[in-house]
Each structure stands twice: as structure tokens, then as C-alpha cells.
């Protein structure tokens, strides 16, 4: 790698770490410049603005987890099940989301506090990514292992929604994330109602 691409991915490290833990409007050029150690007008070599420094950073979080995603459904047999490869692509998200990178973190805790041509300018990425778990459940579905009557479309962004919601509330202390990718695929395949037996009425006939 040459040098100069060497520090710019290096700055790109540093201002995720930042926005990550700062949020968007906290961090600054001069922030980040700081952070690196170096002057100001060297940074503005590498970047023009801001902008272009959280629209790469917002990208490159989602494609981390896409990433990871895409090479676990590639890792599992042709013939795996659905539920196997529904579990699969849960677990490859956690883990990207909560063990691995600043960019997964910082993709989701920020995207709402960017300016709308930053999120414009993210929504190509990040609709790949949907599109991937839309052909995942949607395979599922094809084959009967989804009912046919389910929408995909709200199962996808409820999935995705409440994944990257464990960045507010895990511990990792209390778990891993493949412990918990585990709960949520149980709790998304299997349901969490207890299902009482049929009881036979006074007649002889089948009641719930």
C-alpha cells in the first residue's frame, strides 16, 4: 500500500472511531486532523470536506456486514436449509456489527444525524444490503419455508432494525454475539407464544 493511501485510510479509521463515539456534529475536520496528528491543510489532501469523509465511512460500514454476510451464505453447502442459512446470515451480521469495526457502529448511530445528500448519497449501498437479505427470505419463501402470506419486505427491515439495535443494549460481558444471534433466530423461526394442546369438549369435538 502507498503511503499516501496508507494515511488516508488511516484517517478514515480515526473519524470513525470519532463518530462513533461522538456522533456526527461533534466531530470536526479539525477534530479529526487533531486526532491524527496532523495539520489541517495536510487533511484537506486526502478529503475535500466533512461530507466526504462520513459518506465513505457510512458505506464502508454497511459493506463490512454485507460483506460478512454474503461470505457466510458463500461458506454453507448448496444444499443448506433455509433456517440454516437464516441463522448464518443473523449470526455474520452480529458479529460484524458488535466485534469487529467502528465503521458497522458508526454507520448506524450516525445515518439519521448526516445531512440528506450524505444519506441520499448512502442509500446505493445500503439497498444492496437489503436486497441480500431480500433474496435470502425471499428464497425461503419461494421453497415454503416462509408463509406465503408473510411480507418479506416488512421481515427484512424488522430484522435489520432491531440487529442494529444491539448496539444500544448489548453487553458483551453477558453474552457473545453468536449466543445472541442464536436467541434471535429462535425467536424469530420458532415464535414466543406458548402453544397450549387441543382439548377435547364435552361433545368429542376438537377445541383450542
Request: hydrophobic letters at 40%; aromatic letters at 6%.
Amino acid at each position: 500500500m502507498k503511503k499516501a493511501e496508507a494515511t488516508r485510510l488511516r484517517i478514515l479509521d480515526t473519524a470513525a472511531r470519532l463518530f462513533r463515539q461522538n456522533g456526527y456534529a461533534a466531530v470536526s475536520l479539525r477534530g479529526i486532523a487533531a486526532a491524527e496528528k496532523m495539520q489541517g491543510g495536510s487533511l484537506y489532501y486526502h478529503f475535500r470536506s466533512k461530507e466526504e469523509i462520513v459518506t465513505e465511512v457510512l458505506d464502508t460500514g454497511i459493506e463490512i456486514v454485507h460483506r460478512a454476510v454474503v461470505e457466510g451464505q458463500a461458506a454453507l453447502p448448496p444444499a443448506s436449509p433455509h433456517e440454516t442459512r437464516i441463522r448464518a446470515a443473523l449470526q455474520a451480521h452480529l458479529r460484524a456489527l458488535l466485534e469487529h469495526s467502528d465503521y458497522t457502529s458508526a454507520n448506524v448511530r450516525i445515518f439519521g444525524q448526516v445531512p440528506k445528500p450524505v444519506q441520499k448519497a448512502n442509500l446505493k449501498v445500503r439497498r444492496a444490503y437489503e436486497d441480500c437479505w431480500s433474496n435470502i427470505l425471499g428464497a425461503a419463501q419461494k421453497d415454503g419455508a416462509i408463509a406465503k402470506k408473510t411480507d418479506i419486505r416488512v421481515v427484512r427491515l424488522m430484522l435489520i432494525g432491531a440487529l442494529n439495535a444491539t448496539l444500544e443494549w448489548f453487553d458483551p460481558k453477558r453474552g457473545t454475539a453468536d449466543r445472541l444471534a442464536e436467541q434471535f433466530a429462535d425467536n424469530l423461526l420458532n415464535g414466543i407464544l406458548a402453544r397450549s394442546k387441543p382439548v377435547l369438549a364435552k361433545t368429542g369435538t376438537r377445541t383450542t
